[in-house]
């Protein structure tokens, strides 16, 4: 099936983090600058691209079952391109190319700015392999997408330089590499006067950024966005809990526009599990870490990750995880069963924990935490909260938007006036679930 209007069309297939939605949006850029149109329909595709996650095994399984379909439709399309982007073409690399017949090329996250020229080599004749992380990387902030996007996400950092044992991201994303003050301030300026009201600052660990070469940190970084004109809401994601230095903290305090919201991945609850992931830090310091930006910020919303079933994970252990989000309270949290990556250090350390009680435990974690976020959303019935509307809601007639603290907040669309995606609006919570909030439009006299 062909586009009847006989333009060519990309679809593009999103897994995994912000730093793969971001590079969707400039591989979506080029192609448009290239005269492709999106489409929603593969079918109608002539240029496929998967922008795969390994961080679990699962998400990794899935980008080759796509491919398998979708290699299927070059028998009535031979034209069709198809493409494994992100984090699973870096780590499989030419194994992709020789496993999959009909797959075009392979380009890894290092890579993206080069899809047109990617492209084009492989009308030549050329099935590329573009993986690795080179040290000039393209980078062209009018070629990105970010049509129907209710925020302007930034990278700060590529790349990770921990070693937490479990994880494959330094493998896939390569080491940690900053991107200058002065090409981030032009980024954030462009954004703000496209109309973004929300910037997003990503990195894997993104408050260890730090100016290539100038003595600048993440807390100068702050200080030199939050005061930006026309800039309503500032976020940042990941932070990494050992990077947060006093000053970030009093950066977070200091500018109202820094949402209060912070996402703060903690892993575990236990010291000796938190030690054999290599961590870096002790509960007690991830502790000490939200007591203190608690305490320059009212309401602020933390939200953390865990791994449950780490390899030698105890009962005691995952006791002192549930212990530790009854005390920290969050606002959300991630929760994974431990997934056992390729060329990690951790798949050394043997005791591994079984599937069914990895899948026990899992469950009891969020039991826990959803009677608390419960309660916390529960306090919020009644107040008046600034919405950035996100998109339509599931049911008809809905839009769902998110509150300063991150909040999912779905209400209705009936104002003559309904604010569009990106913009804002005055919403009175009704009512309160464990992942969602309800409420309605404040009506403007
Ligand atoms: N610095 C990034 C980490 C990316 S991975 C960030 O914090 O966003 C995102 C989350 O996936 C991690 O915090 C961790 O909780 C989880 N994760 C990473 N590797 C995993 C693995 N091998 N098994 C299960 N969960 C994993
Ligand atoms: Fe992964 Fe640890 Fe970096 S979780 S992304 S190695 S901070």
Not at 311 to 335: M, V
Not at 412 to 423: E, T
């Amino acid at each position: 099936m062909s586009d009847p209007t006989g333009a060519r069309r990309y679809f593009l297939e999103t897994w995994g983090c912000q730093m793969n939605e971001l590079d969707s949006q400039r591989m979506a850029g080029q192609l448009m600058q290239d005269g492709l149109l999106p489409t929603h329909e593969p079918l109608e595709a002539d240029v496929i691209l998967l922008n795969s996650c390994s961080v679990r095994e699962k998400a990794a399984q899935k980008v080759y079952s796509r491919l398998g379909e979708y290699r299927l439709f070059k028998k009535d399309r031979p034209s069709l391109r198809i493409g494994l982007c992100g984090c699973v073409a870096q780590q499989e690399g030419q194994r992709a190319l020789d496993r999959v017949p009909d797959l075009d090329f392979v380009l890894g996250p290092a890579r993206v700015g080069e899809l047109r020229s990617i492209l084009a080599r492989r009308e030549a004749g050329e099935r590329v392999l573009a993986t690795g992380f080179p040290e000039h990387r393209e980078f062209d902030i009018d070629a990105v997408s970010r049509d129907g996007s209710h925020k302007g996400m930034v990278t700060l950092i590529e790349g990770c330089n921990k070693r937490c044992t479990f994880c494959i991201v330094p493998t896939t994303r390569g080491p940690e590499r900053s991107r200058s003050l002065r090409d981030i301030l032009a980024e954030v300026r462009h954004l703000l006067d496209y109309g973004f009201l929300e910037i997003e600052l990503l990195g894997q660990t993104v408050n260890h950024w730090r100016d290539p070469e100038l003595d600048l940190d993440f807390a100068d970084l702050l200080a030199a966005i939050a005061p930006m004109s026309g800039l309503r809401r500032l976020r940042f994601l990941t932070s990494y809990p050992r990077d947060f230095t006093p000053r970030m903290v009093e950066q977070v305090g200091a500018h109202a526009n820094i949402c209060p919201f912070i996402h703060l991945p903690v892993q575990s609850g236990s010291d000796r599990v938190l030690r054999r992931m290599g961590r870096g830090y002790s509960v007690d310091e991830f502790r000490q870490l939200v007591r203190d930006l608690r305490a320059v910020r009212e309401g602020l919303a933390i939200s953390t990750d865990f791994i449950v079933g780490f390899p030698g994970e105890t009962l005691e252990d995952h006791q002192a995880s549930l212990d530790l989000i009854t005390e920290c309270r969050f606002a959300t949290l991630f929760a994974f069963k431990y997934s056992p990556r390729p060329g990690t250090a951790a798949l050394k350390l043997g005791d591994g924990v079984e599937d069914v009680e990895s899948s026990r435990r899992l469950q009891e974690l969020f039991d826990v935490q959803n009677a608390i976020q419960l309660e916390l959303n529960e306090e919020l019935v009644g107040a008046t909260l600034e919405v950035l509307v996100t998109g339509w809601g599931r049911q008809a007639g809905t839009l769902t938007g998110r509150s300063p603290c991150h909040r999912i907040v779905h209400f209705p669309a009936n104002a003559s006036a309904s604010p569009r995606i990106g913009q804002l609006a005055q919403i009175v919570i009704e009512r309160a679930m464990p992942h969602s909030l309800l409420g309605q439009e404040v009506s403007i006299p």
